[in-house]
């Protein structure tokens, strides 16, 4: 089978560079094909993944590509991501966060799972920090409560909230359907993924994953694979500062008049 995956970057230079060299280090067993999409930086880190592929510090193995696109404008996440799909001929496509580190073969352990299991249409691996411990992420729909509680987290009587948002109490060691996958890493079926449109490139950021889900679940099923890992370094920027957040807050709003409100 054949293999793509695309690493959206603005202003990331030497985090992009080390997740793009785990993936072609780990990703062997089938052709893979990996884009690197600079979103306009403006710190010359589109100049630097270019010099990197064409240099050989981006080393693409045998049946491996490394391509290199420039955009003009800063043009969001998804929008990004949306810049490979009218070239995608893979079978199955990998949406990469510049701050993801591959230890194994994820990237073809999860294609071949998928292959196996014909009626899923996206899937994640478990996530973890670089210390190992496992990231608590989001698995069902959006809704209002536990979005706000995890960044107000002292309403603590909202916890029950993000408890069932995030699948607390189950057991998350065996795979599982699920109607969230991060975008920080998802495989994606490719055909699917291209019918589905790809991104909605009405977001600019944030809640942009939930929503291509929605659109995949119309598709097949959605999976959570946790017998293969990944390392996310996981910035959490809308849990710092307001700027992110206010950007969070819109896309909800987005989201919600999309998919309708869940409280």
Known sequence: MNLSASIVTYNDQAEALRAAASVLEHTRRHPLTLYLVDNASTDGTGAGLEAAAAGG???AGPQQTVRVIRREKNVGFGAGHNTVLPGLASDYHFILNPDILLRDDTLSDLAEWMQAHPAAVMARPRLCFPDGRVQVLPLRRCSLRPMVYRQLSFLSFWKKYNDAYVMAGEDLTVPRQIEFCTGSFAAVRTDAFKAAGGFDE??????????????????????LVPQFTA????HRAAHRSLRPMVQQTRSLCRYFRKWGFRW
Do not use: I, N, S
């Open 57 to 59: 510090r981006l080393a």
């Open 231 to 234: 390392v996310h370094v996981w």
């Open 202 to 223: 009405g977001y600019f950021m944030y809640v942009e994953d939930a929503d291509l889900t929605q659109k995949m679940l119309q598709r097949g099923q959605v999976w």
